[in-house]
């Protein structure tokens, strides 16, 4: 039997002498203000029971794991309409690249890039306010996780609007190919407040249960979506939910993640576990550096890689 406790306590030791620990994001101001010596890991498991250790009730900016859940909420409303206006393949690009948006006429390659991300929240948008689009996802996150409190951080999304002109470029991007419905700066706002909710590694592993068992909240908990969707999704963040960097995480961690520039990480172990882990100080291309290798060693130890024939 696995002593999970006693890994991420190992997990939690180590990463609180680590020297090397990433770079914490800058290009969103706010977000250059959070200490780089944060490290938490929170693990929800098949009985419910939850093995935390570390900062694991500070609350952290989710920025793009909020994709995950946006994209939950846009497949419900839209159903396979979705893919055509967002594609399903890696991108091998940094998330905030445009590059791609030019030859593929508007169309992002996932919706785990930013550009594919507006599209997700441009279809959310269709039919309500912007402030209804973001009461949408923060619902669906407090449904989800068990919990009402969860709440935008207005100070993050601020920094982010103020400084977000390569996502404005996009969105006016796909607004001049038809790929957005509404105001690109609407669509952008939604986007913003999204990635701006804030959690804690606790409320973000109890978040991602749905996703572990088949679109339920933990065996033969309530649906939130079908099963077919869940499984599509997981797929989704083991190919796409890292950026360029997805194939590694692939490789080293082998379970779907989804990384965001707040530093945290969700990972999902269908069938036994929701994970998330938290540390601010990124790798090269923009996922945590010691939440990675934390990942990483969490699946080795627990054999939990779905990669391998684990019972
Ligand atoms: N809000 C961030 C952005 O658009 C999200 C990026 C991320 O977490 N990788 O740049």
Known sequence: MVDLQHIVDDLAERASSATERGRVATYIPQLAQVSPKHFGIAIVTQSG???VAGDTNVPFSIQSISKVFALTLALDKDGDGLWRRVGREPSGDPFNSIVQLEYEK?????????????????????GQSPA????????FLRHVSGDETLQVDQAVAKSELD???????????MKAHKNLENR???????????????????????????LAWDGRIGPGG?????????????????TCGHYDGSGEFAFRVGVPGKSGVGGGILAIVPGHASIACWS???????????????????TRRAGWSVFASNP
């Open 49 to 51: 029971e939850e093995i």
């Open 106 to 126: 508007g169309v992002p390659r996932n919706p785990f890039i930013n550009a594919g991300a507006l599209a997700v929240a441009d279809v959310i948008l269709s």
């Open 132 to 139: 209804g689009a973001v009461a949408q996802t923060l619902g």
């Open 163 to 173: 400084h977000g002109f390569r996502n404005m470029a996009m969105a006016n991007f």
């Open 184 to 210: 690109p700066e609407d669509t952008l706002w939604v986007y913003v407040q999204n990635c701006a909710i804030a959690m804690s590694c606790r409320q973000l592993a109890r978040a991602g249960r749905y």
């Open 222 to 238: 309530a649906p939130v979506t079908s099963s077919q969707r869940a499984r599509r999704i997981n797929a989704l963040m083991l």
């Open 280 to 298: 601010p100080g990124l790798n090269e291309v923009g996922n945590s550096l010691l939440g990675t290798e934390a990942l990483e060693e969490l």
